[in-house]
């Protein structure tokens, strides 16, 4: 699904939890089509980044802006989402194939068997029963990156997209983030792996204590 262009503006978000500021005056501005990446050590803000635009947590301050749109309160139903995020909801007790059904008919933008022929876009077979508690780190990985892709988001967060991945995997999941930035899409990718940083991302922002800028700094 080809998307038109899309523009998102983030504009001073900030956070403070138990007297820590995480986000400090974030600004950005990005663009369907490009890849864009997010160099910090851990905890100096990235996944907090992401969880504040996806909406998971409530920014102190801050807006985000969509095609030139305010939006007040969450991206839900504004555009399609995709988010990769440690620890991210799949049900242990599910097929890979039940996740994805299940979580297709939340915003119901894609069929069941749409939502199913992902699996094998990431390289896990479509027709194994086996439930998620069983799975490797490697094939969670995959089934999580599948979540993110299955609905041709407008806007693709991944917080470490190629972590737990074998080499050969490492390069289907980019190839599938350059083809989502090919479809239209924002991709924001925060990574410790700098070849991915380098190899796939058009622009490259860095954070430290929770400040984002474009300055390499010490990282």
């Not at 439930?131 to 999580?144: A, C, E, I």
């Amino acid at each position: 699904m080809k998307i038109e262009k899309n523009t998102a503006r983030i504009e001073d978000m900030t956070k403070t939890i138990k007297g820590e500021t995480v986000l400090s005056g974030v600004s950005m501005e990005l663009f369907g089509g490009k890849i864009y990446g997010i160099v910090g050590k851990n905890g100096s803000g990235k996944t907090m980044l992401f969880r504040a635009i996806s909406g998971l947590i409530r920014p102190d301050k801050g807006k985000i802006f969509w095609n030139g749109q305010y939006i007040k309160d969450s991206l839900q139903g504004v555009l399609r989402l995709g988010l990769v995020l440690e620890n991210i909801g799949l049900h242990p007790d599910l097929s890979a194939q039940e996740n994805l059904a299940y979580l297709a008919k939340i915003n119901c933008y894609i069929t069941k068997k749409e939502a199913i022929q992902t699996l094998s876009r990431v390289g896990l077979d479509p027709k194994n029963k086996k439930k998620v508690k069983t799975y490797s780190l490697g094939m969670r990985q995959k089934l999580v990156i599948a979540q993110a892709v299955m609905e041709h988001p407008d806007l693709l967060l991944l917080d470490e997209p190629t972590n737990a991945l074998d080499a050969q995997s490492v390069e289907r999941v980019r190839g599938i983030i350059r083809e989502e930035a090919e479809r239209g899409a924002i991709v924001v990718i925060a990574s410790h792996n700098r070849e991915d940083i380098d190899t796939l991302c058009d622009h490259v922002f860095y954070m430290k204590d929770g400040v984002l800028t474009e300055d390499r700094g010490d990282e």
